[in-house]
């Protein structure tokens, strides 16, 4: 018991290291606050830590970032000049930059002035971009403000004169925002989304200006309207469909099979089928009759499970889940926690008094019932083995968005584990051939151990990139997926003993390939570091752009982000757009990068004749203000990015699964069917042409 709390002890400080790089990030040096005062100005008073100082408004190229005021809206008033300060700077030289910077060491307060011209429909919102600095690092942050009618004072209000308020001649139907038409379902006090990313654009002084793709000629299209209709009447999906549901299949098929070399399960195996055979006595028939049962009832109990789950939650919702930060810490953990239970520190089984619970129900009852009740002991007893292989499963099978998908893994993860029981059932004699429980199931759970220590960093890298922490990007994720694995190799050799593993005199053959495949595995990894593909790996590491060092020019990198911002320069330059709908926890999406977009013939179509526009469902960044949509006969608010790009695939395509591309020409309207998950590069191929013809 004390080695067992030792041991957990143990893994909620390593849990807790593994997040110390977060939690520095959480680390503030200057704090802000906002008011308006009776002149109608904007006053943002700061509170800097004694050794930190805060950089200037003004800085030269290649200097520190300075601090710089953007207005992403403003209503009901006009700014009166740029934002000024009265806080006096100091100016030195920087060996650091190679210049003079100027920064404020006391706590400076800004000023912007306003002219106040309709009190009942003020709102300024924007946010400001500044870094601190002490000694030994600097701190990058962001402040976001927003200020309504109740923010006014009395003073500013009276001084209004009511002949200067201005009359709303705007109608409630489409507003035309940056030359780009928007439908008022996705109109908010987001002006940042409408206007486009801070990469396009340009600051000059402290003031935020609208570069000239953004600005493109006006149109009274309304690019956010739906068109199901109009890809129904291009036929079918360029895809098979199919070709998914068969990937999940085979992916949970192979999972059950894992699950059943583990030592949960393995064990049962012979003492499930000598039951049955004596509980048929000598009627043969009787017991392949039961025994079919059984099997059939593992799968039925294992596809209800899937459909269940699915049902409560929702497909898409586990799909949302399965990028939330909280969920895949929290799954990271719980594989780390299951992988050190592997390795031996622990064992984690359920209480035994469910499944002393269910043998007294299956021994109580007879006939068919009495079967599935043994059946639905198997799955208490092996959960402690399976559950980790199914969560992960189930997630991956729900990224479908749909409930086909957990339907078809659950299937083929009962019915991979389904099989062995009525096969030895009908040919008892197979038994006899089959090894024997010993030292090699240990083996097979350690190695297991190591994977699922892989896997966990899978689900951090999800969490990571949803919400760009930058703590496990792509260098820092391979090298340790090349450490477990060569590892991994290290163990199999027998160079490394856990607590239950017997002593090795010997390498036996089958360790010996493992081992070289472990290590194969592990060097195939190492050019990664300097940016090479590795397509094996793609849809588990996180993406190329991630990687600070890259050596690789083969990646297909879109052109926006940003819907809006990318249709506005598509039409300016007079080309189609290519709408790709992904996601960071998509595995399906980074295998289509990987192996269909680094073909030559496709890179150079999409770089070349498309403007690829890449929206991310799961981007977890919040929008400045939620934007209240109906939805279903339901009022519902878009809190996200991601929410905003998912409403967009829903409300304009119908479709709410990844990856989703389809190809709009300027005015949204699609060129063709829809493309999902297909590796075929001739149909891709294919796919991006028939756009370019229509």
């Known amino acids: 018991m004390q080695k067992t709390i030792r041991t957990l002890l143990a893994f909620l400080l390593l849990s807790t290291v593994s997040l110390m790089p977060l939690m520095a990030q959480m680390q503030e040096a200057v704090r802000w606050n906002y008011s308006i005062n009776d002149k109608a100005e904007i006053v943002f008073r700061t509170s800097i830590d004694r050794g930190w100082h805060l950089y200037d408004m003004n800085q030269p190229e290649g200097g520190p970032n300075p601090t710089v005021f953007h207005i992403e809206k403003i209503a009901g008033a006009e700014r009166l000049g740029k934002v000024t300060t009265s806080t006096g700077i100091t100016t030195k030289w920087d060996e650091s930059f190679d210049m003079n910077v100027s920064w404020y060491s006391s706590n400076p307060t800004f000023v912007q002035r306003l002219k106040i011209t309709d009190p009942e429909k003020f709102t300024v919102t924007g946010y400001v971009e500044y870094m601190t600095c002490n000694d030994e690092s600097c701190l990058p942050g962001q402040l976001e403000f927003s200020l309504t009618k109740k923010d006014l004072p009395a003073a500013v209000i009276a ?11 705007q109608s409630e139907g489409d507003s035309v925002i940056a030359g780009v038409t928007r439908n008022p379902l996705t109109d908010s006090a987001n002006e940042e ?17 609208e570069s000239g793709d953004k600005a493109a000629d006006n149109s009274n299209v309304d690019l956010w309207r739906p068109v199901i209709k109009e890809l129904q009447a291009l036929g079918e999906s360029q895809t098979g469909g199919d070709n998914s549901l068969w990937s999940v299949f085979w992916l ?9 070399l583990t ?3 393995w064990p049962i195996i012979p003492m499930t089928v000598s039951f049955f055979l004596k509980r048929s006595k000598s009627n043969r028939a009787q017991a392949v009759r039961d025994a079919l049962i059984y099997g059939l009832s593992i799968i039925v109990i294992y596809l209800a499970l899937g459909l269940v789950v699915t049902s409560i939650f929702g497909a898409s919702a586990l799909n949302d889940l399965s990028t939330n930060a909280v969920f895949n810490l929290i799954f990271f953990a719980l594989l780390v926690l299951f992988a050190v239970s592997f390795l031996g520190a622990f064992e984690l089984t359920l209480p035994a008094s469910w499944s002393s619970k269910m043998d007294s129900k299956a021994e109580a009852t007879t006939g068919i019932l009495s079967i599935f009740f043994m059946a639905f002991t198997l799955v208490l007893v092996s959960f402690s083995c399976t559950g980790p292989i199914i969560g992960g499963l189930l997630v991956e099978a729900a990224s479908m968005g749909s409930l086909a ?3 078809v893994g659950m299937f083929g993860f009962g019915l991979a584990l389904a099989i062995p029981f009525a096969l030895f059932a009908i040919f008892p004699s197979m038994l006899q ?11 097979v759970k350690v190695v297991l151990g190591f994977l699922e220590l892989a896997l966990a960093l899978k689900f951090l890298s999800v969490a990571d990139l949803a919400y760009g922490w930058h703590i496990l990007d792509r260098e820092t994720f391979l090298a340790l997926w090349i450490v477990i694995f060569a590892l991994l190799g290290v163990y199999l050799l027998g160079k490394i003993r856990f607590a239950h593993d017997d002593e090795v005199q010997h390498v036996s053959v089958p360790h010996f390939f493992m081992a070289v495949i472990s290590f194969a595995f592990a060097i195939y990894m190492v050019p990664g570091l300097w940016g090479a593909p590795l397509k094996a790996i793609s849809a588990f590491s996180p993406p ?12 297909v990198l879109p052109k926006f982000h940003d819907y809006d911002e990318g249709m506005a320069y598509a039409r300016r330059h007079n080309k189609p757009a290519m709408l790709d709908f992904t996601g960071y926890g998509c595995v399906n999406c980074r295998k289509m990068e990987a192996a269909v977009w680094s073909n030559p013939r496709v890179k150079s179509i999409i770089d070349n004749d498309y403007v690829l526009i890449s929206l991310y469902v799961d981007d977890k960044t919040k929008l400045p203000e939620p934007i209240l ?7 519902t608010k878009l809190r996200t990015i991601g929410d905003k790009w998912s409403y967009l695939q829903r409300h304009k395509f119908g479709a709410n699964a990844q990856p989703y591309y389809v190809l709009v020409d300027n005015d949204g309207l699609p060129l063709a069917p829809w493309y999902a998950f297909d590796e075929d590069v001739d149909k891709y191929v294919q796919f991006l042409r028939g756009g370019l013809k229509k």
């Open 252 to 260: 949970c098929f192979v999972g059950g099979l894992l699950a059943l």
């Open 193 to 209: 989304e409408i206007a486009g990313q801070a990469r396009n654009d340009k600051v000059e002084g402290n003031d935020k200006v």
């Open 433 to 443: 051939k089959m090894p024997k429980s010993g030292g090699w199931l240990n083996t």
């Open 263 to 265: 030592p949960c399960v």
């Open 544 to 555: 190329l752009y991630t990687q600070d060092f890259n050596l690789y020019d083969g990646e």
């Open 629 to 635: 949509i109906k939805e279903d006969g339901k009022e």
């Open 405 to 407: 998908g957990p339907a």
């Open 159 to 169: 001084s209004v004169p009511r002949t200067s308020l201005k009359k709303n001649i």
